[in-house]
């Protein structure tokens, strides 16, 4: 018999992703998977083989001979303006008019009757190029003169060159940390249907619907609200689709309203490797002053990314780069800038993390440095110079961190995951053990929650309470298997009393929430799930008015429990109520909004309060590699989260553990080559290794810190999850640099560049035997 005293799904409750069995059984729906209209065409990109030229002209006619091409899109065939821009730079052209930036940057587009057509005949174009010199790194770059794409920052506070002057103990150093592809199970598409007059429905896989509409309606040079971008769910995200998704919708809306027939458009996974942004590679070079102890006195650090030809989302990612290269330490005197050079491949974009992870392996490097220079265990140097007492707060952004709870988190998982007699039994092991070496590391992350752009930093949601009880939720949030979805109408369904099931969850569409933000910066729960509170309360306050003033009762009177309303001494079903509501003509729908509280930023300053809250984590993980090979696996991660009070403790664990898996990866197998002539080699699975199931830790021991609430009024309390445990897999990276020091004594830091491929790893302990 069914509990009338609960409901299914509440908020801070274990619930199965809502599309979780569509998922295993392959029924959900992506944008590939929608019916096409008759007389749909394909598109397919034509792109560069060179990585720098003067574009002279391009001769197209064996692409027009070709069977069932129908035309050809050029800059020309834009009747609106032609940039992509998410910053509004004017630097990112659909296609190019004067000059080639990138190896395989799109120059044209094929519309032909099959998608086999289209792509075959992009192969037939002769482009008439004169090469230039290029520049692929921001170490080239620089040598070569390159501008910034974007305006560089600085964040400094107190007095660094007297800090520096009077210590007697400096570490200088550069650290290259490579770059990452989103590798996201479903690749860019864009299926555009034209509609009458200006209007055109582009159904796509992004992250960001009204910036997809935006830039539609701009290079078509019509009004944003003839422009509807509907997204029910992504195969994978990750970053890669928050602004990339610009070109392929861009593509296909010019193109069907062109030929007045629905396009799509889908690139192989090579071409969507080559003609999309990655993580940011950098290359930091970092200054580090510290007492005898150990304990930071100064930091200096410089840290100069491939942005690639364009600015993208480049200026955020090396700004919180900056932001966390703190990571949970204090800096008495810093002076941190960024340098986001141009170079002459695909302009680079967000990815989980959004350039924090960068930074955080910066500060985990500096305390590595520290500690083999002062023979100590890198925890104790960590644990002395974590964040706390007095005047030991403030960051070098000057934010106060003010809800740190490291010191807590960090000795639990020193406890439970007995990392101390670990630690002791692997040196011991090390030394018996003439080619296995292990190594083990606890790293801590501090990450602060927020779009660093505050006018990101807002939210709407539509919720209707249809007259026979059931509810229909549309946010402005996109769902990319994260979760999303289900934590927002779990929130919906404790709000209004009623089962979970009740609530119908429908696409991301511009028609009914405008001027989204992206779901990003893990903040889509945050925003969008008190967006749809604020909507339900409004429904709610109005159902309550209509009880008390029908039934002569008190509005404190007026209770919602277990699907069921109690007006007094009367009850009455959800479903009953609802009914009489709508009779006696209630509003019973309501758009709700959100913008978060606290927040404000002076970039020129490099001043504010650009977070919300933190989020932290710890990890620690041992390690094996093999001296003769530098293979090496991952034996054992423990993992120590805070989600504050967990909405779904299920998908939070989730998303922890993914997160940290993907984390590895980057630091690891996931590595990206450009040759000489700028060619991205690691263009698909065949090249570019992604972490197998049989790399995850032989023993993976994941667990929330179930006693954290979120001392700020966040959605239930609870705490973002996406991005903040991804920086949990440098302790792998850690763990293998202590293997690799044990075969000179653990007297140097190894200096490991990322990736630390097997490759790398061998190198480093040669470099160590050698005493390099």
């Known amino acids: 018999m069914k509990d009338t005293h609960s409901i299914t799904g509440a908020a801070h409750t274990d619930r199965n992703h809502d599309s979780a069995v569509k998922h295993v059984t392959g029924r959900a729906d992506y944008t590939d998977d929608i019916a096409q209209p008759e007389g749909t065409l394909h598109a397919y990109l034509g792109v560069s083989d060179v990585a720098h030229a003067t574009l002279n002209g391009m001769d197209l006619s064996a692409v027009l001979a070709y069977p069932g091409v129908v035309g050809v899109l050029t800059a020309e065939d834009i009747p609106g303006v032609n940039d992509i821009s998410p910053t509004g730079l004017n630097d990112e052209p659909v296609f190019p008019t004067d000059k080639i930036q990138f190896h395989g940057q799109p120059l044209f587009a094929v519309v032909a009757e099959t998608r086999d057509a289209a792509r075959r005949a992009a192969e037939l174009a002769r482009i008439d190029c004169t090469p230039l010199q290029h520049a692929l790194d921001p170490i080239a770059a620089q040598e070569a003169g390159y501008p910034y794409v974007t305006a560089p920052l600085k964040l400094e506070r107190g007095d660094v060159d007297t800090a520096f002057a009077g210590t007697a103990n400096r570490i200088t150093g550069r650290m290259a940390i490579g770059g990452q592809d989103h590798m996201y199970l479903e690749g860019h598409i864009a299926f555009a249907i034209p509609g009458e007059d200006d209007d055109v429905i582009v159904h796509c896989s992004t992250q960001h619907p009204s910036e997809a509409q935006h830039m539609v309606a701009h290079v078509l040079g019509v009004p944003s609200n003839a422009v509807v971008v509907n997204v029910r769910r992504m195969g994978g995200g990750f970053g890669g689709k928050e602004s990339q998704m610009n070109l392929f919708c861009a593509v296909a809306a010019i193109a069907a309203k062109k030929y007045g027939r629905a396009v799509k458009i889908r690139p192989d996974r090579d071409q969507d490797m080559t003609a999309t942004g990655k993580r940011h590679d950098f290359v930091v070079d970092y200054d580090v002053a510290f007492d005898d102890a150990g304990r930071i006195e100064a930091v200096g650090g410089t840290f100069a990314a491939r942005c690639g030809f364009s600015a993208d989302l480049s200026g955020p990612v090396t700004d919180r780069a900056l932001f966390h290269a703190d990571n949970a330490y204090f800096y008495p005197h810093v002076r941190l800038t960024s340098r986001p050079m141009k170079t002459n491949t695909v302009s680079n974009t967000a990815f989980r993390g959004f350039g924090g992870p960068q930074g955080v392996i910066v500060a985990e490097r500096m305390i590595e440095e520290i500690a083999y220079a002062t023979g100590q265990d890198p925890l104790d140097v960590r644990k002395a110079n974590f964040y706390g007492g007095e005047g030991r707060n403030l960051t070098p952004y000057h934010q106060e961190v003010d809800d740190n709870i490291l010191d807590r988190l960090v000795s639990e998982l020193e406890d439970s995951a007995a990392y101390r007699q670990r630690r002791k039994d692997i040196v011991a092991f090390n030394e018996t053990s003439p080619v296995l070496k292990k190594g083990i590391a606890l790293t801590p992350v501090k990450f602060g929650i927020s779009f660093t752009a505050t006018w990101y930093n807002q939210a709407g949601a539509l919720v209707h309470v249809y007259n026979d009880g059931s509810i229909h939720l549309n946010h402005g949030g996109t769902e990319m298997g994260q979760g999303l979805n289900t934590k927002v109408a779990q929130v ?51 159902l309550v008015a209509f009880a008390a003033d029908n039934w002569g009762v008190a509005a404190e009177l007026v209770r919602f429990a277990a699907n069921q309303v109690h007006i007094g001494d009367l009850t009455l079903t959800f479903d009953a109520f609802i009914k009489q509501a709508y009779l006696a003509r209630v509003q019973l729908s309501a758009a709700g909004f959100y913008k978060t509280p606290k927040i404000h930023w002076d970039r020129e300053k490099g001043q504010g309060r650009p977070f919300y809250y933190y989020a932290y984590g710890a990890a620690c993980s041992e390690v094996t590699i093999d001296t003769l090979t530098g293979e090496y696996r991952v034996e054992r991660t423990d993992i120590l989260h805070d989600v504050g009070r967990s909405l779904n403790p299920a998908l939070d664990k989730g998303q922890v553990e993914g997160a940290f898996i993907q984390g590895m990866g980057w630091l690891t197998t996931e590595e990206l080559w450009w040759d000489d002539a700028g060619r991205l080699r690691t263009h698909a699975p065949s090249t570019y290794k992604i972490p197998l199931a049989s790399d ?70 040669a470099r160590m035997r050698d005493g390099g």
């Open 696 to 765: 995850r830790p032989r023993v993976f021991n994941v667990k929330l810190a179930d006693w954290s609430e979120n001392r700020e009024l966040t959605i239930k309390r609870s705490k973002a999850v996406g991005e903040p445990p991804f920086m949990l897999g440098i302790s792998v990276f850690e763990a293998l640099s202590m293997a690799v020091a044990s075969v000179a004594g653990y007297k140097r830091c190894p200096r490991l560049d990322a990736p630390a491929t097997p490759e790398r790893v061998l190198m480093a302990v």
């Open 492 to 542: 919906v369904a404790e709000a209004f009393q009623v089962d979970f099931e009740r609530i119908k969850i429908t696409k991301t569409t511009t028609e009914k929430v405008p001027n989204t933000s992206a779901t990003a910066a893990s903040s889509g729960t945050d925003l969008n799930g008190m967006a749809a509170l604020n909507a339900v309360e409004q429904i709610k306050e109005r």
